[in-house]
């Protein structure tokens, strides 16, 4: 049987689950979720996500929420076709993969979701963005996005030589990101910008980025 | 060798790691790190930890930070000794990321600003942000609703043994409930049922003790 996602290709969460699927060369249906009408918040989706948000995997008779779980469900299930995302073989690889997922989790993503939450989300309800969180938050992002230069002078990759969830997880907020006034954080960072655009030519991304659509206001 | 973590004590993402290294009964050695005088900017520790944080740790050449990471790693490594936090099939395993994850965006996000004006600010003189105490705590009511059905029906939080799942809410958790707003935690049975039984456990104790609590 093939695995089921629930969600829609625009969200990011959603196509942090896709690429990592096309990454590990494995079938899926995408089962859309209505997010405008607010179908995430009703009784039968929150029956398989009492949190009420996308992406949902169903697999069989196991249903998983929360994007980073599933991906490395995934990874871990078919760690033996595609690309390898964990660094299975080796168990101090695998550590600093997970190392710089937590970095992404806990560094990266509240500062840029918030940017793209004033910035993209907020506009699309009609309302305006709050100009100093933005501000407050390009600010910490920008303060990461040093600690990567320094780190991506080192290696290819964030984990090491190798492309894996650690920078999978980065995708879809970071190629949103791109599409505001700010991408000067990026593009003036000659390492952090050579490795999103190294992201940006991979076969599972240019299938995954047409879905990407919400587009953010001009500022 | 000895495990050698870099970090306080008495905070709660190297009290993550610590409760980890107990429940797996793996020797270590903390080196400590004095956050009441940013021990942990200066340049010794940014080499460790380049976003000045604790823990970080040693172990002879092997280096890692991020707390969670580091409790998976030992959990994976030493997975036939001590408690088996990480469950007994990759569907569970599955489940208890799940939960854990949860921790991160949903738990994290709220109780530690929460314990930063509850607690920190007070200690460091600062004054107290009544607004966003009285909003987080809204916010948290409502996960906490959550988690309070999920353990009706389930003994932990992803299924019926102890896992990382459950570990990883802990040092937190604790602090959450040495304040004067525990009850959010009390009111609610069955997560009140559940945190005790956590804390009955003899690693959390041992770990209670070490940090002076």
Redesign the interface.
């Given at each position: 049987m093939v695995m089921k996602v629930y969600g829609d290709g625009m969200s990011a969460c959603v196509a942090r689950v896709l690429l990592c699927l096309h990454e590990k060369e494995t079938e899926f249906e995408l089962v859309p979720v209505d997010l405008f009408a607010c179908h995430h918040k009703l009784p039968s989706f929150l029956s398989m996500n009492p949190f009420g948000q996308v992406p949902v995997l169903q697999d069989e008779d196991l249903t998983l929420f929360e994007s980073r779980a599933i991906t490395a469900y995934i990874a871990e299930k078919h760690k033996d076709k595609g690309t390898d995302l964990t660094r299975h073989a080796d168990a101090k690889e695998a550590a600093i993969v997970k190392l710089w997922s937590e970095v992404e989790s806990h560094h990266f993503n509240p500062a840029i979701s918030a940017v793209i939450h004033h910035l993209i989300v907020v506009p699309l309800q009609g309302k305006t963005p709050d100009a100093a969180i933005v501000e407050e938050n390009l600010e910490k992002l920008g303060k990461v996005l040093d600690v990567y230069e320094e780190k991506l002078g080192k290696t290819k990759y964030l984990a090491g030589d190798s492309y894996t969830l650690a920078d999978l997880h980065h995708v879809p907020y970071t190629y949103y990101f791109m599409k505001t006034g700010h991408a000067g954080l990026v593009n003036d960072r000659p390492n952090v910008k050579a490795w999103w655009e190294d992201l940006c030519s991979r076969p599972a991304f240019l299938k995954v980025s047409p879905g990407l659509t919400v587009a953010p206001a001009t500022n | 060798m000895v495990v050698k973590l870099y970090g306080q004590v008495t905070a709660a993402c190297p009290q993550r790691v610590l409760l980890c290294l107990l429940e797996k009964k793996i020797e270590f050695e903390i080196v400590h790190i004095d956050l009441d005088t940013l021990e942990q900017k200066r340049p010794e520790h940014l080499l460790r930890q380049?976003?000045g944080q604790v823990p970080a740790i040693e172990d002879g050449d092997?280096k890692?930070?991020?707390s969670?990471?580091?409790a998976?790693?030992y959990a994976?490594?030493y997975s036939d000794q001590g408690t088996n936090l990480l469950g007994k099939s990759?569907?569970h395993?599955?489940?208890v990321?799940?939960w854990?994850?949860?921790e991160?965006?949903?738990f994290n996000?709220l109780v530690h600003p929460l314990v930063m004006n509850l607690v920190i600010k007070p200690r460091l003189g600062e004054e107290c942000d009544a607004a966003l105490v009285e909003e987080l705590k809204v916010k948290l009511g409502v996960v906490l609703d959550?988690y309070d059905?999920?353990l009706a029906s389930n003994r932990f939080l992803a299924g019926d043994e102890f896992t990382m799942a459950d570990l990883t809410h802990m040092p937190a958790m604790g602090y959450l409930m040495r304040t004067d707003i525990n009850r959010i935690v009390k009111d609610r049975a069955n997560m009140n049922r559940w945190w005790e039984e956590v804390t009955a456990r003899p690693a959390w104790k041992k770990l209670m003790k070490m940090a002076g609590f």
């Open positions: - | 380049p976003f092997f890692l930070f991020e969670r990471a580091i998976r790693y994976t490594k990759l569907e395993r599955a489940i990321d799940q854990a994850d949860v991160v965006g949903y996000v959550i059905n999920q």
